[in-house]
């Protein structure tokens, strides 16, 4: 499968791979709002083909969510189809700060956060050898 063209939003680069993994690289975008969150989750529906999905969330760049967001980004996880989700970011304390912010939201699917975007990578391909 090839790679699919990148499609921008105002807060990511969001493209299908040719593996199949959904790759979400987050912008210096400052405050994410709810549309953004629907504007995201409308790239990933297209992307998907309303398939189950393996993504790859790279969060390393400088951004925030308003409480709103939060709460649509929530709604919308809850009705998404991920296989698994590997979520990157810039540092060993943020890592530790969401792994255990993660541990009061239990996903439907193996979601792990890394510091190194190869690692992510790697851990998601495994994960979707095994199914």
Known sequence: MPSTNPVETRIATILKDKNGILIITMK????????DVIDINLVL???S???????LLDARAEWRMDAKAKERANLEDSTSKTRARAVVVSGIVKATLIKFLQSF???DYP??????WDEAYEW????KSEK
């Open 28 to 35: 210096n975008c400052g405050l994410v709002d709810e549309f």
């Open 45 to 47: 529906r297209h992307l």
């Open 49 to 55: 083909e309303k398939n189950p999905s393996y993504k």
């Open 105 to 107: 939201s239990k996903k």
């Open 111 to 116: 979601q792990k956060t890394f510091t190194d």
């Open 124 to 127: 998601l391909l495994k994960i």
